[in-house]
């Protein structure tokens, strides 16, 4: 009786990698395998610090990490990242999962809303609203707009990761920069609270202004 060897892999919807996290692969694909190489679309290097010295401060959307005995591949693409061991030996499957946790911790969170799992099941939600009464009578009529604004956002920012900007490598050290929502996060709270109170004003003006005269007029 002869044991078959089973493959194992994992997909991940979105990361953003830095170099610190792909000298952490490096490390563990080293201790645990040989032949280690990174390849572009151009070029194959031999270290993370090759590639970093090739492509200084730059962002890269595919690329392949690869090594051998156990064989373990990493694809990096602009639609889908991959990882994929040809063994299920203890210590194939030791070093998967220490890249699995690296690759986690890098993925976009929460990770089900950028899946299409999430695209399926708000499909069947939004299809059941208009089947539920309570949920599309003039007083829920205001939440489910703003519901809805959120929603097509949301869309378009999981299909446009999904489709170009599923891997973001981005070849410099996690503290050297501060991104767009870090450096503009109050600013972005206030623009976001002041948009959905407009939203909320707007609707409701709209939708129930003989209402509100008539408050008024009562009062004054």
Same mark, same amino acid.
């Given at each position: 009786?002869?044991?078959?060897?089973?493959?194992?892999?994992?997909?991940? @919807?979105?990361?953003?990698?830095?170099?610190?996290?792909?000298?952490?692969?490096?490390?563990?694909?080293?201790?645990?395998?040989?032949?280690?190489?990174?390849?572009?679309?151009?070029?194959?290097?031999?270290?993370?610090?090759?590639?970093?010295?090739?492509?200084?401060?730059?962002?890269?959307?595919?690329?392949?990490?690869?090594?051998?005995? @156990?064989?373990?591949?990493?694809?990096?693409?602009?639609?889908?990242?991959? /990882?994929?061991?040809?063994?299920?030996?203890?210590?194939?499957?030791?070093?998967?999962?220490?890249?699995?946790?690296?690759?986690?911790?890098?993925?976009?969170?929460?990770?089900?809303?950028?899946?299409?799992?999430?695209?399926?099941?708000?499909?069947?939600?939004?299809?059941?609203?208009?089947?539920?009464?309570?949920?599309?009578?003039?007083?829920?009529?205001?939440?489910?707009?703003?519901?809805?604004?959120?929603?097509?956002?949301?869309?378009?920012?999981?299909?446009?990761?999904?489709?170009?900007?599923?891997?973001?490598?981005?070849?410099?050290?996690?503290?050297?920069?501060?991104?767009?929502?870090?450096?503009?996060?109050?600013?972005?709270?206030?623009?976001?609270?002041?948009?959905?109170?407009?939203?909320?004003?707007?609707? /409701?003006?709209?939708?129930?202004?003989?209402?509100?005269?008539?408050?008024?007029?009562?009062?004054?």
């Amino acid at each position: 009786m002869e044991r078959l060897s089973r493959t194992l892999s994992r997909d991940y @919807p979105a990361i953003r990698i830095f170099l610190d996290d792909l000298e952490s692969i490096e490390t563990i694909l080293r201790e645990n395998g040989e032949r280690f190489s990174i390849e572009t679309e151009e070029y194959k290097f031999d270290s993370v610090k090759e590639l970093a010295e090739k492509y200084t401060g730059r962002n890269l959307l595919e690329m392949k990490i690869s090594s051998s005995n @156990p064989h373990i591949f990493l694809y990096f693409h602009k639609t889908s990242v991959r /990882l994929y061991c040809c063994s299920d030996e203890t210590k194939a499957v030791g070093t998967f999962h220490r890249l699995d946790v690296v690759l986690n911790s890098v993925s976009f969170k929460p990770r089900f809303l950028y899946t299409f799992y999430f695209v399926w099941l708000m499909i069947g939600v939004t299809s059941l609203i208009n089947y539920i009464p309570i949920l599309t009578d003039s007083v829920s009529k205001p939440i489910w707009i703003i519901f809805w604004v959120v929603y097509i956002i949301w869309m378009c920012r999981l299909f446009y990761i999904r489709s170009f900007r599923s891997s973001d490598i981005r070849l410099v050290y996690r503290n050297t920069i501060q991104n767009f929502f870090t450096k503009n996060k109050d600013q972005l709270t206030v623009n976001f609270i002041i948009a959905i109170v407009s939203i909320v004003g707007t609707t /409701l003006v709209t939708n129930y202004s003989s209402e509100i005269h008539i408050l008024f007029s009562s009062l004054f």
